[in-house]
């Protein structure tokens, strides 16, 4: 249930609410808003009467939650959440565009292409060090060294890093380069990790698995909240379907649909949703049409010799392009995109 705290409740009720909560049985997160503070219960087995919480001085209204994810619903917190990062805001007025190599290959390909994206406006740099790979045979990633030359390409140019974590035991070592953790589509359902990251007080991007709901999306990103972790950014990455022309299907709709049950900032991955660099841009604007908070796409400075996901991956040309069709695109719906200026530089398309 959500608990409701009257604009003028005194810290000492807001305290009073809290402990007979947990007298109750429940775990207890605090939200506090602009005008006023909001109490989430969870948990099974209450040890008393819920009715008793609404008889409380300062408590304006007790809530009911009938969706199975009760932190990252709506109803536990009207307001969207925005994700602060020294500088950088996540989930507020500006699409943030997050971009660069699917893998670090090598200490030139990374800084050549953390060049170009933060050239053309992208604020997150983005790239893989242990890279889930469906065959044990393909390249997985130059683990940390990989890390340590995405930090330093994203220290050079001023930019946050965003690395997936593959498995718990990697939190360490990857909390110590990026800023933000990311969990691809494969480890959704990996709740063991999941508890962990919710222990961490680093946001994590969290994609939608390949065949998932957004029900069970949205229960993925309540293991983190549980954790206390309040800062999840979740990631539609396209969804097997019967199409086979297309790498998966990009679920479009999916943007307005979780912006309405959650609070939670809503990114797509337009590279991954579609497989192929051609429609990388289409899907993109439309995404941000549609009310994304943000992009993460892959790019390479020659992606036609990249050790993975070449196909998908856009020169810095085309980047560029996009980031300027984007522009156009963002005030029409009342949002801004990084409006640094933008010099040509001769790459090619």
Not at 39 to 58: F, N, Q, S, T
Not at 145 to 167: F, I, S
Not at 265 to 277: A, K
Request: aromatic share 6%.
């Amino acid at each position: 249930m959500v608990v409701v705290m009257g604009e003028r409740a005194t810290e000492e009720q807001i305290q009073r609410v809290v402990a007979q909560l947990v007298e109750m049985g429940y775990d207890v997160h605090r939200s506090t808003g602009a005008t006023r503070t909001v109490i989430g219960a969870v948990g099974g087995g209450p040890k008393g009467d819920p009715r008793l919480v609404e008889m409380l001085d300062g408590v304006a209204e007790v809530v009911r939650i009938s969706e199975p994810y009760k932190l990252a619903s709506r109803t536990f917190k009207r307001d969207d959440t925005i994700i602060t990062i020294d500088d950088l805001r996540i989930g507020g007025d500006e699409v943030i565009v997050m971009a660069g190599p699917c893998s670090a290959e090598s200490e030139e390909q990374v800084m050549g292409t953390a060049a170009a994206v933060k050239r053309a406006g992208a604020k997150v740099l983005r790239g893989g060090a242990f890279k889930p790979r469906s065959s044990p045979y393909s390249f997985q990633g130059l683990g940390e060294e990989g890390l340590r030359l995405l930090r330093a390409a994203a220290d050079q140019h001023n930019m946050k890093l965003v690395t997936e974590v593959m498995d718990a035991s990697q939190i360490e070592v990857v909390g110590r380069y990026a800023h933000i953790y990311q969990v691809g589509a494969r480890n959704m359902q990996n709740y063991s990790l999941l508890r962990e990251l919710g222990r961490t007080r680093r946001p994590v991007l969290l994609k939608r698995g390949i065949s998932a709901t957004i029900e069970e999306w949205l229960l993925s990103a309540e293991y983190v909240l549980a954790g206390g972790n309040m800062d999840v950014i979740l990631c539609e990455r396209g969804i097997r379907t019967f199409e086979s022309y297309t790498r998966n299907t990009l679920d479009i709709s999916a943007i307005p649909v979780v912006r309405h049950l959650s609070h939670l900032p809503v990114f797509v991955d337009p590279s991954h949703g579609t497989g192929r660099r051609d429609k990388v841009a289409p899907m993109a604007r439309a995404a941000v049409a549609a009310g994304a908070d943000g992009l993460i796409i892959e790019v390479h400075c020659d992606p036609d010799h990249a050790m993975s996901d070449g196909a998908q991956s856009m020169f810095p040309g085309q980047f560029e392009q996009l980031m300027a069709e984007l522009r156009i695109i963002a005030p029409a719906i009342g949002r801004s995109i990084c409006l640094e200026p933008v010099a040509r530089r001769g790459w090619g398309f």
